[in-house]
């Protein structure tokens, strides 16, 4: 074919696809085609995670995490301030529960403020219990920039953006073939052949596997861990003001298990990080045999659990039972009853796993011949997806010489 119809396809309709079709669309004037396999966008991590919106605390200075969190927030609230979507910016109490963790403490205080967080609240007992009179513990840090959202809302709001630039989505389009022409790219989906310039690969829990269809080595393996929360009874919901988070360990890259009062003023209390076995595995049940055969042939899946599977273990006992749950919840919030919370929903995360099986922390992005793959997208991709979108439309925008 002499010119594609399309200067830029976007597979994947969660947010950092939508973003960045926004991006190539609104602001480049691009032509851009969204191919979603789902019937609906955000339908598996955009939809269902905490709906935080993430300050930049964590991060190390520097990182991709770091530049994009810090400028990708506030670009978050301004647009769900354009777009009349509900957006609370009602802080994060971080709480140290035991003397060892005062250390972590410490250097989270010190990314934030390397990270330019302003406000930054370094708190006692007693200033816990002023921000949230029913946690416990020695220590905190008070994140005032931090909010909730829901993402899905989000990414239905950017899908009209796109739109209305004259972008194109189509969902129920899951691409199974990709194959190089002179001046661009042929995608095979279920819903016919599709030809671009440029591909933009936002797949998430299937993002190696498009990537290796289409030509790039992703140079990782996604194995995906279930998240599950829980929610705390209508009468109980008073014992959590905003977001409390406990510190995290830096072995692993999961924030922990952590309460999030949500725009719609519930309290969700999760996730934890349990492997599922399968991509889009949503309860224990969930099992697909070419996922399992795909991480067992993997070396990196063995070495990753050779190096986490004391945490991996117990992760899996609070995910069977609900009393070691709620206790691992009461270290945070003492008041806190086996009865005050009940099953609510999970997510899966597609975390990259590197072949010496560590668990990749950063944003990790591949270029290839005319194609961008992101390939670790986790949290706080989310937040800084607006900025994430503008860092891969200026990539595309490169590649096509504009």
Avoid at 129 to 144: D, F, K, N, Q, S
Wanted: proline letters at 5%; charged letters at 25%.
């Amino acid at each position: 074919m002499s010119s594609p119809a399309y200067d830029a396809a976007v597979i994947g309709g969660g947010i950092v696809g939508l973003a960045t079709a926004m991006a190539l669309a609104a602001e480049r004037r691009l032509s851009v085609v969204v191919l979603e396999a789902e019937s609906r966008l955000a339908a598996h991590q955009s939809g269902n995670n905490s709906g935080v919106i993430h300050a930049g605390l964590y991060y190390k200075p520097g990182s991709l995490k770091a530049r994009n969190c810090v400028e990708g927030r506030e670009a978050m609230y301004r647009f769900c301030d354009e777009h009349g979507i509900r957006a609370e910016r009602c802080g994060k109490l971080v709480v140290a529960t035991e003397e060892r963790e005062l250390p972590r403490l410490d250097e989270l205080e010190r990314r934030g403020r390397a990270n330019g967080l302003e406000g930054l609240e370094r708190l006692g007992p007693e200033g816990i219990r002023e921000r949230e009179p029913h946690a416990a513990g020695i220590a905190g840090l008070w994140v005032p920039q931090t909010g909730v959202v829901d993402f899905g809302e989000v990414t239905r709001a950017m899908a009209g953006v796109v739109r209305e630039a004259g972008g194109e989505i189509l969902t129920g389009a899951r691409v199974h073939g990709c194959r190089p022409l002179a001046d661009g790219l042929l995608l095979e989906s279920v819903r016919g052949e599709t030809f671009c310039r440029a591909l933009v690969n936002c797949a998430g829990l299937q993002s190696d596997r498009v990537a290796r269809r289409c030509g790039a080595d992703p140079g990782v393996a996604i194995v995906p861990f279930r998240g599950e929360y829980h929610e705390l009874a209508p009468d109980r919901r008073a014992l959590v003001r905003s977001l409390i988070y406990p510190v995290p360990d830096p072995a692993f890259p999961f924030l922990g298990v952590h309460f999030t009062r949500t725009p719609s003023g519930t309290v969700e209390a999760g996730p934890n990080a349990v492997l599922a076995l399968k991509r889009e595995g949503y309860s224990a049940a969930d099992v697909r045999l070419r996922d399992l055969v795909e991480m067992g042939l993997y070396p990196g899946f063995w070495w990753m659990c050779g190096q986490h599977w004391r945490t991996g273990l117990a992760e899996m006992y609070r995910s069977i039972s609900r009393h070691a749950f709620v206790k691992a919840l009461q270290k945070l919030v003492p008041a806190l009853g086996p009865d005050d919370v009940r099953y609510l929903r999970a997510g899966v995360r597609a975390q990259a796993v590197g072949p010496g099986g560590a668990l990749l922390d950063d944003f990790h992005l591949v270029e290839a011949a005319r194609s961008v793959h992101v390939l670790n997208a986790p949290s706080p991709a989310a937040t800084a997806s607006i900025t994430i979108g503008r860092t891969i439309a200026g990539m595309v925008a490169r590649q096509l010489g504009r």
